[in-house]
């Protein structure tokens, strides 16, 4: 489990496609007291740790990771955030992240405003459900409080703190990024839909489902 405070970035060192792609980070401090087998947090997505090479992390995804991420979309030279699985004494600053990306959006468009600066992401439904003001996204590892939520996107506020210690510094419109949903939002709607008589379907909200309740009420 994850928090969604970026510890810091990595530069993909070198790409091995296949059956099973290879990724080698270049972690920096990131390595210091890795182990083989720990589990990583890389632009969002849970990889395990399968070779270690002084700063360099080599990571394995399956073919099931790259057809659901942005990492097949990762070249030599970019830069990727990086987080280690959180331990029991770590302070809880972001929200619960597990790493399991629920979809790929795309930076539509950046807009600053005052020293900060909005950004707007599209999302697919499979995020977007999920989506409410005030309430918590991952992009690509980076907790972040939603502004609003509009048809087929979202917004979100960055500082320029967040924007210099990750990869946003380094993105663009038309850039693509993981994206992970609010798990609370998943296991309420997971509970609520039996309990209010099977309503729930698979492509339902929150606050769908409690609609339709009091409409039969």
């Known amino acids: 489990m994850f928090t969604g405070l ?4 990595g530069r993909v060192a070198a790409l091995d496609g296949g059956g099973m792609a290879r990724i080698e980070v270049d972690a920096g401090g990131i390595a210091d007291g890795a182990g083989i087998g720990d589990s990583v947090s890389v632009n969002g997505a849970c990889l395990t740790v399968n070779e270690i090479h002084g700063e360099k992390l080599v990571f394995y ?4 990771t790259l057809r659901r991420t942005a990492l097949g979309g990762l070249s ?15 302070r809880f600053g972001g929200h619960i992240v597990q790493g399991h990306v629920d979809g790929v959006g795309k930076v539509l468009r950046v807009t600053p405003e005052g020293d900060a600066e909005i950004w707007e992401f599209s999302a697919p439904e499979s995020v977007l459900k999920y989506a409410v003001e005030k309430g918590s996204v ?3 590892g980076i ?3 939603l502004v609003s939520v509009r048809e087929g996107s979202f917004t ?3 500082l320029p703190q967040t924007k210099e210690a990750t990869n ?3 993105l663009a419109p038309g850039d693509r990024v993981n994206l992970e949903a609010d798990v609370i939002g998943k296991y309420v709607e997971r509970l609520l839909g039996p309990r209010l008589g099977g309503v729930a379907q698979e492509s339902s909200t929150v606050s769908q489902i409690l609609e339709r309740r009091e409409d039969a009420v």
């Open 143 to 145: 907790s972040l409080t």
């Open 156 to 158: 979100v506020s960055v």
């Open 6 to 9: 970026v510890e810091g970035t």
């Open 61 to 64: 995804a399956m073919q099931e």
């Open 138 to 140: 991952c992009v690509d």
């Open 168 to 170: 946003l510094k380094g």
């Open 76 to 90: 030599e030279g970019a830069t990727v955030n990086l987080e280690r699985a959180m331990t029991p004494e770590k």
